[in-house]
């Protein structure tokens, strides 16, 4: 973001020193807001799901929450959606249709951010293969809790894929800072249903700006808000059932309530489309799913 | 023309009319129905009219945070009661009833796994039944003071290491011995869920942890047979539901030289006990932990039964005899 400001500096001074100097201090009041925003009183606490919480607590319970749903995350999926997930996240890798094409020379790189149980990630690795037979392009799975990630490597290990495989790397990350990932080195960054859980959202986008190659695509799929006054009502009576049912199946009821709740927090498809653009992201768009009860959003990097 | 013609003409026009305000009902109720599934465009067009989709005013984020608050605290409100102590989950009846049927049945089919008896337990887990239980704590003096002090039977307030250095013969050495065999911890105890009033939670809560003392005690094993006789024992002792539920179901599932063993023995024995014995409820494990194991016994009036592992031993052994025996002669 900073660095293109620099470069609309460099371009308007041909046109003269006026100009310039105008662009200048306007660059200037950027920076000095973007760096009173560090120091000033931004709000410390944030949601977790209806409490209000300390800014770096957040992050330790939603850790805990999936710790402790870690080991039947799909079995919790397929209760709190009836199974519809799956044809959610079909059509999510299908619309995305990625994989190196025949006639390219390099292989794509994909990052799956809080994927940690694997589902998308080896999804998408399957489709290019299927599709396209790529067989050569990378993945890094990242999420920030070990106990996801570790039932991501049970099931690779279990289906006999994609465990120790030089393609396919399981990194223990924070999606909104991404450490051991290098800038402009990916072509594909998705997250599904993780992006909500993100203490900062704007944060985790430009990160995914960051971390993205020119060209690159973000791909999002995210519960949002549903278009459908009818289906609404029932969802709403839906949401209010599912602590209950995670409490006798899962014996649960605190995360599935986490759950919910964070998924009526999260913004709307309109307000999360103009947050990635607010990211830098162009073309950015979206598809609603079931009514709004999902929607893929993308963007891409130019 | 004439008149009997224009009343004529009148009666039609009257019947035309009524056709056709029929028509637009119908019209308007298909249409209404219709853009619930199919109107995206028009409910579009509609917000893009209201100024409600482009250049929103100031108070539409204020009204947008206000319908998610009330979205939310609804969610909340999910439940009949606020919960009353940390992890309460309250239930409606229908509720508690759909859960005892649920976990009936898992726990007929699924013994093993702990969760579904637990859940059985708290949804059979009757008021009076807790009320008595209660009462029975509330009429002795050890009782009341478990009462009073609320303790937590967890390997820290236990401190194991110090009761596997205890002399043989005591309840604490017992105990311990008896954990290492059987491979089990105290810590595996689920906490209480379901229960409302909060007292009768701490008692359920300490039944469930004073469970792996009644087994130590009587030198019951955990495999099926000897938690039936536990849960024989306890339901004639404490009149616990889900235990007299357990002791007339669970055999059924069983082989018959397994069910013979329960009600020649091992049944009568825990029904005899339970009903002749202490209440079991108003023993404070913890405080007498160094006491001798006999005479803890002969005070709450309990006689440990054969051994059970060593019972099924033996018959396995007879049976392995009488194979090895009549295979030498094929």
Not at chain 1, 11 to 19: E, L, S, V
Not at chain 1, 186 to 192: G, L
Not at chain 2, 282 to 305: A, F, M, Q
Request: charged share 25%.
């Amino acid at each position: 973001m900073v660095g293109s400001k620099a470069y609309n500096v460099v371009r308007i001074a041909k046109f003269g020193p006026i100009r310039a100097i105008r662009s200048l201090s306007q660059t200037a009041r950027v920076f000095s807001s973007s760096s009173s925003n560090i120091g000033s009183s931004e709000p410390q606490f944030t949601h977790f799901g209806s409490q209000t919480v300390p800014k770096d607590e957040k992050e330790k319970l939603v850790g805990n929450v999936f710790s402790s749903v870690a080991s039947k995350y799909d079995i919790m999926n397929d209760v709190m959606s009836l199974g519809i997930h799956r044809c959610w996240k079909d059509r999510f890798i299908n619309k995305l249709d990625a994989g190196k094409r025949p006639n390219s020379t390099e292989p794509l790189h994909f990052i799956d951010v809080a994927g940690g149980s694997g589902d998308i990630a080896f999804g998408l690795l399957d489709h290019a293969e299927e599709k396209f037979h790529d067989t050569t392009s990378t993945m890094d799975i990242v999420d920030i809790n070990a106990d996801m990630l570790k039932e991501g490597e049970k099931r690779a290990l279990n289906q006999k894929k994609y465990f120790n495989d030089s393609r396919v790397r399981f990194l223990v990350q924070n999606g909104e800072t991404l450490d051991q990932i290098k800038s402009n080195s990916k072509d594909i960054y998705t997250v599904s249903f993780g992006i909500r859980n993100f203490t900062n959202i704007q944060a985790g986008l430009d990160t995914a700006y960051r971390v993205l190659k020119p060209g690159g695509i973000f791909y999002c799929l995210e519960f949002s808000k549903i278009e459908n006054p009818v289906i609404d009502v029932v969802y709403q009576q839906w949401s209010k059932v599912l602590p209950v049912m995670g409490s006798f199946i899962a014996n649960d009821h605190d995360s599935y309530q986490y759950l919910v709740e964070s998924i009526e927090r999260f913004p709307d498809q309109e307000t999360f489309k103009s947050m990635i653009e607010k990211s830098g992201f162009q073309c950015a768009g979206y598809e609603s799913l079931t009514f709004g009860t999902c929607a893929i959003h993308w963007g891409v990097k130019v | 023309m004439s008149f009997k013609s224009l009343r004529l003409q009148g009666f039609l026009h009257l019947k035309h009319s009524h056709q056709q305000q029929k028509r637009q009902f119908v019209v308007a109720s298909a249409l209404t129905l219709g853009s619930l599934i199919f109107g995206r465009n028009a409910k579009l067009a509609d917000a893009i009219d209201n100024g409600d989709l482009h250049n929103k005013n100031e108070d539409y984020e204020l009204k947008r945070k206000e319908t998610m608050e009330n979205r939310i605290k609804s969610l909340q409100n999910s439940r009949p009661v606020a919960p009353r102590y940390e992890g309460h989950v309250p239930l409606y009846k229908a509720e508690k009833l759909l859960l005892t049927i649920i976990s009936g049945l898992k726990s007929y089919y699924h013994p093993e796994d702990g969760n579904n008896i637990v859940q059985l337990g708290e949804a059979t887990a009757f008021p009076f039944f807790l009320e008595n239980l209660k009462k029975t704590m509330l009429s002795d003096a050890t009782g009341r003071k478990i009462l009073r002090e609320r303790p937590d039977i967890t390997s820290e307030t236990l401190h194991m290491e110090d009761l596997a250095k205890m002399a043989e013969n005591t309840l604490g050495y017992t105990y311990y011995k008896w954990l290492k065999k059987e491979g089990v911890s105290p810590d595996t105890r689920a906490p209480v869920t379901y229960i409302d009033d909060p007292t009768h939670a701490f008692i359920f809560k300490r039944y469930r942890q004073c469970h792996d003392f009644y087994h130590a005690i009587n030198n019951l094993p955990i495999i099926i047979e000897g938690e039936i006789s536990v849960k024989a024992l306890e339901a004639s002792n404490l009149g616990v539901p889900m235990a007299a539920l357990g002791t007339i179901l669970a055999p059924l599932r069983l082989r018959p030289a397994q069910r013979n063993r329960l009600y020649e023995n091992y049944l009568p024995w825990a029904i005899k006990t339970g009903l002749t014995c202490k209440p079991l409820i108003n023993v404070y494990w913890e405080k007498i932990l160094d006491k001798d194991i006999n005479e803890l016994r002969n005070e709450l009036g309990i006689t440990p039964p054969p051994d059970l592992r060593e019972v099924r031993n033996e018959r396995l052994k007879h049976n392995r005899e009488l194979k090895m025996k009549y295979e030498s002669f094929e």
